[in-house]
């Protein structure tokens, strides 16, 4: 149809059969362009054939009219009714090799062979590749069924499964594949997943030609910047930034082939391929020990790599050993938070949401079980829905009064209704507790209740969250902790008694206190509570702090200041020594009291003494 040789590797050429995956593109009668991805054949190539069938949109399905179906035949075709390409034509090569009779009995067997299938309406055209008989007949086909076929949706990010890398020179590192969804521009910063690399655009190829933007559908080369062919693998996604999060575990709704030859047990070991990735991995069957032929059931795959998903996508496990096409199905929930509990109707019942639900449903279920605080973009990775159908959700379920949507520098914020009171039941549940512990704190400070609590939420998200709290009169928010409305820090009584003797014995002390340390064993207390107690009256302002376990009472202190102020005015200066006698204290007091009214600018040094500063 082509022209074009798709066989690249030696061995290929001398077998005489594809190995790899092989590219080409097409222009059909109708000017259309058409990608074609040659897939290998053979049954020991089955790993690579479904690294280039997960882009497709029609298949060509060829069978030899010599052999006619052939148990690779039947794999294939497993494989194309898994991933639900609904779209075709069955392709009987070598026509020239057979007469007419044989040639009838291969179709009679050949209609037998898709009677329930995807393809049981393709239509069936003979042809020689040699002769070239049927080659217009096909391509009038294809141009039919593709201008049938519903194009890919070129909204939302961007997404490339990794079909091939490879390196060229004065040009580094270029991926190719199936755009599945989304757009790509030239300049475009982009991140390649699961390995978590940023790289932006450097300049896009389609069917050879290079262009500006790549539209979804559209067989893609892609030059990345600033990345090694060594950093990325077949099975790789580029994705727009923040379009996904890699995960090691996905629900999905799995079908196990009539044609498996046994059931399919509970934490089978199995092949997992979703896109252009392969991976291992474990069915978690959640409702039975078993799963037979031809039946389906809800499981959790737990694979032995992250790979990249969305809800909706199609994948296809194969048995470990021997390697065999044994069923698939598709990914409901590309992100789920934790491992389920089995033979739980719950966890059923929400799996079927996730799987039927409309995208309000989709993402009310979502938030009950989110453990942070996440936006639009976030909750769109996390359940495959469109950034925009969640914006237009959450705004259906904020004015049904289902989820709150809490905005601050730039964001939107969702959290469900149900979640929201349970951690505000929660916060002020840790407040009570927090504030009969310590009565003299003036609150729980913010980001220890964060980071012991709510260590999920980020800390500008957090914030927000508490002064939406605060709104709705659960509690008050300080600039550095968070307390009940109705709490007002103080000691109880005998605590109060405590103060009062320490606050005379400070009085009796006049401008020589005791140090804080002598003061609280004096008083009786522990040096926890002492602690506690120091923190109290600084913060009320009863005590000020002068150096190092040297406090002062406020009117005590004022009243220094008035002594020092007024000598200052009268005399235009004064020392240490004078400090020492106009109060009737020691150097070990009147210094450290000199350098505490340096620092307010009460006075200012020159030399050995002091001079009035900007205060007075």
């Not at 409702?287 to 694979?303: M, N, T, V």
């Not at 938030?367 to 159908?389: C, I, N, R, W, Y």
Request: hydrophobic letters at 40%; proline letters at 5%.
């Amino acid at each position: 149809m082509t022209g074009v040789d798709t066989d690249r590797l030696k061995e290929e050429k001398e077998r005489g059969i594809s190995i790899e995956l092989g590219f080409a593109s097409l222009t059909l009668p109708s000017g259309r362009s058409a990608g074609i991805v040659d897939v290998p054949g053979h049954e020991r190539f089955i790993k690579n054939m479904l690294a280039g069938a997960g882009g497709f949109d029609l298949v060509l399905l060829v069978i030899a009219a010599d052999e006619g179906v052939m148990p690779q035949t039947r794999e294939h075709l497993d494989i194309i009714q898994l991933l639900q390409v609904k779209k075709g034509v069955v392709v009987l090569t070598k026509c020239d090799l057979v007469d007419e009779e044989w040639l009838g009995l291969v179709k009679e067997d050949v209609s037998d062979f898709l009677k329930d299938t995807v393809l049981a309406d393709a239509p069936v055209i003979t042809v020689s590749a040699v002769t070239g008989e049927g080659i217009p007949l096909l391509l009038e086909a294809i141009d039919r069924i593709a201008e049938e076929t519903q194009p890919r949706v070129s909204i939302g990010l961007p997404r490339l499964p990794v079909d091939r890398v490879f390196s060229i020179t004065g040009f580094g590192t270029v991926v190719t594949g199936t755009l599945n969804s989304g757009s790509l521009h030239t300049g475009e910063v982009v991140e390649v997943q699961p390995q978590g690399l940023t790289s932006r655009v450097r300049s896009i190829q389609v069917h050879g030609q290079k262009v500006d933007e790549a539209q979804a559908g559209q067989r893609v080369a892609v030059n990345l910047a600033g990345l090694e062919v060594e950093q990325i693998e077949r099975g790789s996604v580029v994705v727009g930034p923040k379009g996904v999060i890699p995960s090691t575990r996905l629900d999905v709704r799995l079908l196990l082939l009539e044609s498996a030859v046994r059931t399919l047990k509970n934490r089978a070991r199995v092949r997992f391929y979703l896109g252009t990735r392969e991976t291992l991995g474990r069915v978690v069957l959640l409702d039975r020990e078993e799963l037979a032929p031809g039946s389906l059931a809800y499981a959790q795959i737990e694979l032995e790599e992250a790979t990249v998903a969305s809800k909706g996508d199609r994948f296809v496990i194969r048995s470990y050993s021997p390697m065999r096409t044994i069923g698939g199905g598709t990914v409901i929930d590309p992100l789920p938070r934790r491992k389920h509990k089995r033979f739980r109707q719950d966890v059923l019942g929400a799996l079927e949401t996730r799987e039927r639900g409309t995208p309000s449903e989709i993402l009310e279920h979502y938030l009950q079980g989110s453990p942070d605080l996440p936006v639009p973009a976030v909750v769109a990775a996390g359940t495959g829905l469109q950034e925009k159908e969640v914006e237009e959700a959450a705004a259906e379920l904020a004015r049904d009064n289902k989820i709150k949507q809490i905005t601050g520098e730039g964001k939107t914020y969702l959290i469900s209704i149900d979640v929201y009171t349970r951690w505000a039941d929660q916060i002020k549940d840790l407040l009570a507790s927090y504030h009969s512990e310590f009565p003299l704190r003036e609150g729980y400070p913010k980001e220890e209740l964060r980071s012991r609590r709510f260590q999920a939420i980020n800390n500008k998200a957090f914030q927000l969250l508490l002064l939406e709290m605060e709104r709705d009169g659960f509690l008050l928010v300080m600039p550095q902790s968070v307390a009940l409305k109705s709490f007002k820090p103080g000691p109880d009584h005998n605590l109060d008694t405590t103060i009062q003797r320490i606050r005379g014995m400070m009085k009796e002390a006049v401008f020589q206190p005791p140090s804080w340390t002598d003061l609280t064993k004096s008083a009786g207390l522990s040096e926890a509570s002492g602690a506690e107690l120091l923190q109290f009256l600084l913060r009320t302002g009863e005590l000020v702090k002068i150096t190092e376990d040297l406090y002062f009472l406020k009117v005590i202190l004022d009243e220094a200041k008035e002594k020092v102020i007024g000598y200052l005015r009268e005399k235009g200066e004064i020392t240490v020594g004078e400090v020492r006698d106009l109060l009737q204290t020691s150097r070990k007091y009147a210094l450290p009291l000199l350098e505490y009214f340096d620092r307010e600018k009460l006075t200012r040094r020159v030399g050995d003494k002091r001079l009035p500063g900007r205060a007075i």
